[in-house]
């Protein structure tokens, strides 16, 4: 099985700043590697897929990068709306998430 | 617009069987796949399994293989997700997904989940 490893488990920052999540894999998966965003009590959204290309109606503030086994997430100037929790998901063999990363505001 | 509607909230005693419904609207069924995934209270996302609209093909997430069963029918758009034996570890969100591997599983395949359902909560507890 393919483990994908999200770092960090948490973070705090404030509105404007920029932020980068990283996802690991433990094997090379190629740019097999999607992310989403998750809000309390709602169901996970798409907002990158094939490690760099933004889904339709995603702001471009969101962006994704990497390929093998590193991989980058950032959102270029944090709001208070993308409050939530994101996760990373490889495709290169069946399917795995990341375990998560918590966004809040500082 | 596509959309995934799932069946109500569950509560089943350990060792039983829940069945979850998911049907899909606003898109050609058999030209996607379907994937399971669930969430544990206060937890990650962990996928299940994937099933093929268009041929009924699944593969199962290993520590699944044996408890779950996932089928289509195509008649209806409705994707359904069985899982037995259930143990209080199981208590979870279980939500369908769109996913855009619609013929296979493979990384040359496409991977990603593009419309989720609303998710359904099944609680195991005597």
């Known amino acids: 099985d393919i483990q994908m490893t999200q770092s960090p488990s948490s973070l705090s920052a404030s509105v404007g700043d920029r932020v980068t999540i990283t996802c690991q894999a433990s094997?090379?998966?190629?740019?097999?590697l999607n992310w989403y965003q998750q809000k309390p009590g709602k169901a996970p959204k798409l907002l990158i897929y094939?490690?760099?290309n933004l889904e339709i109606g995603v702001p471009s503030r969101f962006s994704g990068s990497g390929s093998g086994t590193d991989f980058t997430f950032t959102i270029s100037s944090l709001q208070p709306e993308d409050i939530a929790t994101y996760y990373c998901?490889?495709?290169?063999?069946?399917?795995?998430f990341g375990q998560g990363t918590k966004v809040e505001i500082k | 617009q596509v959309q995934l509607v799932q069946s109500g909230a569950e509560m089943k005693n350990p060792g039983a069987s829940v069945k979850v419904s998911c049907k899909a609207s606003?898109?050609?069924?058999?030209?996607?796949?379907v994937s399971w995934v669930r969430q544990a209270p206060g937890q990650g996302l962990e996928w299940m399994g994937w099933?093929?609209?268009?041929?009924?093909?699944?593969n199962y997430a290993q520590k699944l293989q044996g408890r779950v069963t996932m089928t289509t029918d195509t008649s209806t758009s409705t994707a359904y997700m069985e899982l037995r034996s259930l143990r209080s570890d199981d208590t979870a969100v279980y939500y369908c997904?769109?996913?855009?591997?619609?013929?296979?599983?493979?990384?040359?395949?496409?991977?990603?989940?593009?419309?989720w359902g609303q998710g359904t909560l099944v609680i195991v507890s005597s």
């Open positions: 997904a769109r996913d855009r591997g619609g013929y296979c599983t493979g990384g040359s395949c496409p991977g990603w989940f593009d419309s």
């Open positions: 606003g898109y050609t069924f058999t030209s996607f796949g």
């Open positions: 099933i093929s609209a268009y041929n009924g093909n699944t």
């Open positions: 094997q090379d998966i190629s740019n097999y």
């Open positions: 094939d490690a760099s």
């Open positions: 998901q490889q495709y290169d063999n069946l399917r795995t």
